[in-house]
C-alpha cells in the first residue's frame, strides 16, 4: 500500500477541461465511474471525498477514488458530479488504500467496500463530521432587547435576554424552558445569527488508572516485547491458556500506545462480549473509548465513527466491522479471539477481519496483536514459519489451576433428555457447593426435529432441504437456514397420528434443568435469548451477581467471558463435528470444547468439565483431554499438510445459486470450463458439487472449488477468469459471488 498516492496528485491536473473524476458508487458492478468535475467547483478536495454524483435518475453518493486525463468514454457524454461533500478525506490514508486493497484481493465490487467503512447516514451524505452551532445577538436583536416592539412574545424576549447573558452559546447549552426551535424563529426575525464550527480534530486526554493483579513471568515479557515494537510493523501471536490474563496484556501495551499519542484498534469477534470489555476498559483509562457494532443504532454507529475520525476517541473496541473505522493516529490493533469464524463476513462482501488488521497494520507501520487460546492453524503455522512472532502464557495468574477435564461416555450412563446421571450428579454437588454451572449445547430451539413415531415422518422446511427446528415457546417451527416459521401442527400431516419432539435444543435443555433443580435459578444465552437489544447484558450481570446459579447457551458462551463463580461445565454433545466433511470440522470442534471448558475454576476454585459423548475413544477427544489445544494442533496441522489442505494451499469457492438446477449446473460446467481454457498448471478446478444444504429458500446451490499452492498463483487466475464468469449468460435469477480464502467449504 502507498498512502502518499491515495491523498495526493498532479495538481496541473486539476483544470475544467483535462480532468476526469474516477468515482466508487455503491452498486454491484464492479467498475468505477467517470465524471466531469462539478461545474461550480473551484478546487478539489483531495482523493476519498465523498462526491454526489447523477447516476441515472437517481442523485448518488460515491467514493473520490481516482482521477484521470482521459476516459475510455467519450468526454462530451460524460456527466458533471453534482458536488463535493467534503474538504477532507473520510477515510485516514491507510484505510483508503486498505479499502482498495481489499476490493482487489477479496474481487468485490470497489463501490460496495467502500462504502462498507462508512456509517448508513455518511453514505446517504450527512456531515461528516460533527458540527455545533453558536449563536450571538446581531445589532437588530439588541435593540429589540432594550426596546421591545411587541409584547406579544415573552418568551423569545426571555430567551434574547439569556442569550445576552451567554454570548456564543450552544444550541445544546439551551436551558429549561428554551427549545432549539426558537432559535429559528429568532434567526428569521433577523434577532440572533447561527455561526457553524466542526468538531475538534483533537486527542483526548488520558489518564490511566492502576492495573490489577501483578503481571506473571511471561505475561511482564509480552508486554515488554511488543512494547518495545510500538513504532513498527510485526505480527504478535499471543497465545495464552484460557485464563491467562491476555487482556491485562491487551491494556498495558495500549496504555503505552496512546501515551505516546496513538489510537488504538480492538476487535471482538461478538457483540456479546463488547459490554463487559468495554466495562473493563472505561475502568482503566479516562480517555474516550467508542464501540463499533451491529447492534448500535446507526446515529450511535455515526457518533463512534465522527469520535475516531477526529482523533477525540483513543480507543476504539468494536466487532468485524470496526476494522475499517478511520483512526488517524492508529498506532496498535489488537484482534481477541483470533480463531473466531465471526471475523470472516460470510454474505456479500466476503472479508477477513483478522487478515484485513494485518494488512491494515502493515501499511501503518504498527504492530498487531492476536490473541487466542485456541490459535487458528493458520496463525500457528505463520508462527512456526516465522512470520508471526509467538508470545506464550502458559498459567494462570494467582495459582488458579486449568479444570480437570473427563469423557461421559452416553453409551454406558442413561440420559434424560439429553443430561447423563454422571452430569446431574457432578451438577448437584457443584451447585450444593456453592459453585456456578455452565451448560453447553450448540444448539438452539426446542427440538432439532418434529417427529411421527407412526410413519416417521420429520417436520421439513418447505424452502430448503432441512429439517425445521421447533421453537416450543414461541409455539413455531423455524428454519434455521432461510428463516421461515409455521405454527406448530398437533398431529402429523401424512396419518393424523401425534407428533413427538426428537432431540435437544437449549431450550428444552433450560426445560429439563429447570425441573431438576427448581432452587437453583437459571439463564439461557443464545440467539434466541439475545435477539431483545439488551438482553445479553441482562444475561451477563445475573451470572456476574450470582442471581443465576445455572447457565445455558450456545457457542455464544465460548467467546472469552470471565465467570469467577463457575466450577462446573457439562458439554453435552460433543460429537457434532467429529464425523463432519469440511476440512475445518475438526478444528473448530477442539476449539469450542477448549474454549467451553476454559470457563471453569478461572478464580481460586477448582473446576471440573465432563464432556459427554458416545465416541470416547475418538483421539481427537482423548488428545485434547490428555495433551490439549496445542498437541492436537500439532497433529491437525500434519494432516492438513499432507492432504494438501490450507494453510499449505490457497482456496476460492465460486458459489451460485438459480431457482433451474439443470440451467445452474450448465453455468458452472461453463464456468469451469473457460478456467481450464485458460490453461492454469497449478490451478485445481473441482465441481461442480452442490452445496451441503442443496436448496436453500427455494434456491438450488452449487460451487466451484479452486485451489492451488501460492497466493499469488490464485490471484492471477481469479483476474483473469472472473471478467470471463461475468460474461456467461446464465439462468434467470442467477447469483453468484467468489468467497476467497472461505471458511467453509458448503
Request: some cysteine; proline content about 6%; overall charge neutral.
Amino acid at each position: 500500500m502507498t498512502p502518499a498516492s491515495a491523498q495526493s496528485y498532479p495538481q496541473e491536473l486539476w483544470t475544467k477541461t483535462s480532468v476526469v473524476l474516477q468515482v466508487a458508487i455503491d452498486t454491484p458492478l464492479r467498475r468505477v465511474f467517470d465524471y466531469l468535475p462539478p461545474t461550480q467547483s473551484q478546487e478539489f478536495p483531495p482523493l476519498g471525498v465523498r462526491v454526489a454524483v447523477p447516476f441515472g435518475r437517481q442523485r448518488l453518493i460515491g467514493i473520490l477514488v481516482g482521477i484521470a486525463s482521459e476516459s475510455a468514454v467519450p468526454l462530451l457524454r460524460l456527466k458533471a458530479a453534482l458536488e463535493f461533500l467534503d474538504e477532507r478525506p473520510v477515510y485516514d490514508p491507510i484505510t483508503f488504500e486498505l479499502l482498495r486493497w481489499a476490493s482487489e484481493y477479496y474481487h468485490h465490487p470497489i463501490g460496495e467496500v467502500y462504502a462498507a467503512a462508512l456509517p448508513v447516514s455518511l453514505r446517504l451524505g450527512q456531515a461528516a463530521l460533527g458540527s455545533t452551532e453558536h449563536w450571538s445577538l446581531t445589532e437588530l436583536g439588541s435593540e429589540e432587547l432594550a426596546h421591545p416592539s411587541s409584547r406579544r412574545a415573552p418568551q423569545q424576549r426571555a430567551l434574547l435576554a439569556w442569550l445576552a447573558e451567554h454570548p456564543n452559546a450552544a444550541t445544546d447549552e439551551l436551558s429549561e424552558p428554551f427549545k432549539p426551535a426558537q432559535l429559528r424563529n429568532l434567526q428569521l426575525r433577523g434577532w440572533i445569527v447561527g455561526s457553524i464550527t466542526e468538531e475538534a480534530r483533537e486527542a483526548g486526554a488520558l489518564q490511566v488508572r492502576q492495573g490489577g493483579l501483578a503481571l506473571t513471568g511471561a505475561q511482564f515479557q509480552a508486554v515488554e516485547t511488543i512494547t518495545a515494537t510500538l513504532s513498527s510493523f510485526g505480527v504478535h501471536l499471543l497465545y495464552g491458556v484460557t485464563g491467562s490474563g491476555k487482556t491485562e496484556v491487551y491494556l498495558r501495551i495500549i496504555a503505552a500506545a496512546i501515551e505516546a499519542g496513538g489510537q488504538a484498534l480492538v476487535l471482538v469477534p461478538e457483540i456479546a462480549l463488547t459490554p463487559q470489555l468495554v466495562a473493563r476498559f472505561r475502568q482503566r483509562f479516562t480517555t474516550g473509548v467508542a464501540v463499533v457494532h451491529s447492534g448500535l443504532t446507526d446515529a450511535e454507529r455515526r457518533d463512534a465513527w465522527r469520535s475516531a475520525h477526529s482523533g477525540q476517541a483513543r480507543i476504539v473496541i468494536g466487532t468485524r466491522s470496526a476494522v475499517f473505522t478511520s483512526l488517524p493516529r492508529l498506532a496498535l490493533i489488537v484482534v481477541d479471539e483470533e480463531h473466531d469464524a465471526s471475523y470472516k463476513q460470510h454474505e456479500g462482501f466476503r472479508y477477513s477481519a483478522r487478515d484485513l488488521s494485518v494488512m491494515r497494520a502493515r501499511g501503518a507501520g504498527v504492530p498487531v496483536i492476536l490473541g487466542s487460546a485456541t490459535p487458528s492453524l493458520e496463525s500457528l503455522e505463520n508462527a512456526l514459519s516465522g512470520r508471526y512472532v509467538k508470545h506464550l502464557l502458559p498459567q494462570r495468574p494467582g495459582g488458579a489451576k486449568p479444570p480437570r477435564m473427563s469423557l461421559v461416555d452416553l453409551r454406558r450412563h442413561a440420559a434424560d433428555q439429553g443430561l447423563s446421571t454422571p452430569a446431574m450428579q457432578a451438577m448437584d454437588h457443584h451447585l450444593r457447593a456453592g459453585g456456578q454451572v455452565i451448560v453447553f449445547l450448540n444448539r438452539r430451539g426446542y427440538a432439532p426435529g418434529l417427529f411421527c413415531n407412526a410413519c416417521g415422518w420429520v417436520a421439513p422446511c418447505a424452502h430448503c432441504d432441512a429439517r425445521m427446528t421447533l421453537h416450543r415457546r414461541a409455539q413455531q417451527l423455524r428454519c434455521h437456514h432461510c428463516g421461515a416459521q409455521e405454527p406448530v401442527p398437533t398431529i402429523c400431516a401424512s396419518c393424523g397420528q401425534a407428533l413427538l419432539p426428537v432431540g435437544q435444543g437449549t431450550e428444552r435443555v433450560e426445560e429439563t434443568l429447570t425441573r431438576l433443580f427448581p432452587q437453583a435459578p437459571l439463564a439461557r444465552l443464545d440467539r434466541d435469548t439475545a435477539a431483545a437489544r439488551g438482553s445479553i447484558k441482562t444475561v451477563l450481570d445475573r451470572v456476574h451477581s450470582g442471581e443465576a446459579r445455572i447457565l445455558v447457551g450456545t457457542q455464544m458462551l465460548t467467546k472469552g467471558h470471565h465467570f469467577p463463580e463457575v466450577t462446573l461445565v457439562v458439554i453435552l454433545d460433543a460429537d457434532q463435528g467429529l464425523f463432519a466433511s469440511d476440512f475445518r470440522a475438526t478444528e473448530r470442534l477442539a476449539q469450542t470444547i477448549t474454549q467451553v471448558a476454559g470457563r471453569a475454576g478461572r478464580e481460586a476454585r477448582a473446576g471440573e468439565v465432563l464432556i459427554q459423548t458416545e465416541f470416547p475413544e475418538h483421539p481427537l477427544l482423548n488428545r485434547l483431554i490428555t495433551d490439549g489445544y496445542e498437541s492436537f494442533a500439532s497433529s491437525a496441522l500434519e494432516e492438513r499438510r499432507e492432504a494438501g489442505w490450507p494453510p499449505y494451499s490457497r482456496l476460492a469457492l465460486l458459489r451460485a445459486e438459480a431457482k433451474d438446477g439443470a440451467a445452474l449446473d450448465s453455468f458452472l460446467k461453463a464456468a469451469a470450463g473457460s478456467g481450464h481454457a485458460l490453461g492454469e498448471p497449478d490451478i485445481k478446478i473441482l465441481g461442480p458439487a452442490p452445496a451441503l444444504i442443496a436448496r436453500r429458500a427455494d434456491h438450488l446451490r452449487a460451487h466451484l472449488l479452486i485451489e492451488t499452492a501460492a497466493r499469488p498463483t490464485l490471484q492471477r487466475f481469479l483476474n483473469s477468469w472472473l471478467p470471463h464468469v461475468e460474461a456467461l449468460r446464465g439462468p434467470k435469477g442467477l447469483r453468484w459471488s467468489i468467497d476467497v480464502d472461505p471458511l467453509e467449504v458448503d
